[in-house]
């Protein structure tokens, strides 16, 4: 089945900064990619996602990248805010998985005023 | 529509006793998906619903947890026999299909701490 690995575990920036976290993950069907940002005791939010179908995509500050050779996708994050801190978990889907999202173990961001 | 709602939102419950939680999805959202969140984790799969057809169910749903989605609108998921390692967050999700290009939104989570 699908593995998912993220890292860094926890990322410390200073406010105006950019953050960058990398997942990989192991089935090479897989063609989803969500990201989700989720703040202490609340819901994962989906904050960007990107198909196998596209290398890039971006929405305001953040962006994702994917790199379907390498079995790898980055969210970017640039000119950060306090408010941007939270922990952040990439996902992934396989067609063979009914659509399961498979997740990351998820990295602490604290972005440093 | 306000997205994904879940109830109870907290449930602390002595060890051995059963508990249920409900899931209300995003209207006319198909697919259903039982998650499981600890501390420091990422969430894990348990078990996913078409409609009313429950599809798959991870290896982690031992036989003391149960998951029904009856009319394919609303699910519960039933813990029976509650011991302190099921403590943990439980999140409801719903889509339309993903290949369709929709994407999957998440509820607030259940809390549930086994004491």
């Known amino acids: 089945g699908e593995n998912v690995e993220q890292h860094p575990s926890t990322l410390s920036v200073q406010e105006g900064d950019s953050a960058v976290i990398k997942c990989t993950y192991s089935?090479?069907?897989?063609?989803?990619f969500p990201w989700y940002k989720q703040e202490l005791g609340k819901r994962p939010q989906l904050i960007i996602d990107i198909r196998s179908n596209v290398g890039e995509k971006k929405d305001q500050r953040i962006a994702v990248t994917l790199n379907k050779t390498a079995k790898h996708f980055s969210l970017h994050i640039t000119e950060t805010q306090p408010e941007d801190s939270a922990v952040y978990f990439c996902a992934a889907i396989s067609p063979g998985g009914y659509n399961k999202l498979i997740f990351g173990a998820g990295t602490r961001l604290a972005v440093h005023p | 529509d306000t997205g994904v709602s879940q109830d109870p939102r907290h449930k602390i419950t002595k060890r051995g006793q059963n508990v249920t939680f409900r899931c209300d999805p995003i209207?006319?959202?198909?697919?259903l998906y039982w998650y499981r969140q600890t501390l420091g984790q990422g969430p894990e799969f348990l078990t996913y619903?078409?409609?009313?057809?429950?599809?798959?169910k991870s290896r982690l749903l031992s036989d003391r947890f149960s998951a029904e989605r009856p009319k394919g609108s609303f699910s519960t998921l039933e813990i029976q026999r509650t011991e302190q390692g099921d403590s943990a967050m439980y999140l409801c999700?719903?889509?339309?299909?993903?290949?369709?290009?929709?994407?999957?939104?998440f509820g607030e989570g259940s809390w549930l701490t086994v004491v």
């Open positions: 619903f078409q409609n009313e057809a429950q599809l798959e």
């Open positions: 089935d090479s069907a897989s063609n989803y």
């Open positions: 209207s006319e959202h198909n697919r």
């Open positions: 999700a719903s889509s339309f299909p993903v290949s369709s290009g929709n994407t999957i939104y």
